[in-house]
């Protein structure tokens, strides 16, 4: 009997060290992007799941129950509805009008404009929102089938929120602006100065790559510089205030906190696929492609 | 009187549960916890350090020794914190497997039970080593040193939630040998 016992206890330790082995061993080869990448599809479809079960992603109820209906239960729903269709509309209003604020700024102090604010997006619904060890993120209800792009904008009423990271059919990931591994290159509004930024521990974003001389205003408009071409010129990120280290940056997203955030298409830097030179080496000359030629994906 | 007697029902029902139906209610309660977890910022409106359910899991099944089905439950569960927290697949596993066997190697190595003190601290030393664990994992894994009061916060919140948990996460009493199992 006691042996029988050392046995399957020992078949047990064994057991647990194999699991144990395999789960580090799985850690560990994720390590490699390429494995990391193929591990996508399933981490998309996962979202995809969450966003169902969370029951955002499903249809409003149409018929509600006889008990739902006696209670009134159905005419609350039904304005719940019509009010977070208005919240949306006006959240997209609103960060309209802030872009467009922002913009005549920028016309009256320089006389030219500096960029395009992006028009166009979705408004998703925040499902889930980690702020874990690992990664700060979130996870919206819309995705590919919504029209939202691999790499789209995140943006709520406070500015930039992130990008996202992992796009499902019905769901995005967005990685947040105050992750430590989300960088930014952004511009002071009235200093001009240059830097990146990226999300430190205590949720305040630290500035890299600053020039030695120059220095912020305190409490100045940080914006995004648009350089690297992965964010468009002119998005509030935060406001500049200063530190024992030097500067920080308070993101002005974490001061809003809707429970929406909209996913606009990500700037697109045009290959030269995109914007093919056609030579006549005949004649020498460039042959542009005329106004009937279609252009490049905007 | 009547809850009384019901709650005492409920006891008596739940003493006669086998650890097969008592790791299904585990795992449930510990997804539900996990669940639960996901919408508390946007559904509550508040940034409340949530419970890491899943080494609450891993304390209470190892109370009563190794076996292979707490395991396999470890594992499943480890997977669904994995896709949540956008963490690398494996690493929640890795965790709770961890603090698993080293509760269960701290019951077979010492005598916890009959000491009320050690008893009671037990959990807290397997809790903290969970933790640490998962601020290793988490800092390997991002490439930089994740913040610790977060963890701190979440550790105690664990702690307070293990309290809860620890009757609905017990296996039940070791049956033979000092080692346990299932």
Redesign the interface.
Known sequence: MARR?RT??RL??L??AA??V???L??IV??APGV?QS?MP??TQ??DL?VT??GTAREPRQNPSLWARLMGQGEKERQIRELEARVQELSRYEAAARSMAARLEAYESLLSALGEPPARGITA???????????K?LLANAGAAQGVEPDAIALNEGGIVGRVT?LGERSA?VLLVTD??SRISILGETSGVRAIVFGD??GLGTLSDLPEDDAFRPGERILTSGEGGVFPHGLMVGRAIPSDDGWRVAFTMAET?G?FVQLVPPVRIPTPEDEPVLMDLAAGDDLRPDETTPGPPQ | MNRRRQESNLARIWRRTGPTTRLIVGSVLVALVWWVGLRSDSALGTSLPWPLALLCAAVGWGRVGLAIRPMAALLALGLLYDISAAAPLGSHAIIALATYGFHAAMGSALDFDRDPILSSIRPIISLALGFGLLWFVASSASGHAAAVWPMIASFLTTSAAYLVLKAPLNLGERPVSASGGM
Not at chain 1, 125 to 135: A, I, Y
């Open positions: 016992n399957s206890m047990r330790r057991a647990f699991v144990f395999v789960a580090v799985a850690v994720q390590t990391s591990l399933l981490r996962a979202g969450l079960t969370n619904r925040v499902v889930s929102e980690n702020g874990g060890p690992f990664s993120s992992h990931r430590f591994n521990r205590d906190r429970g």
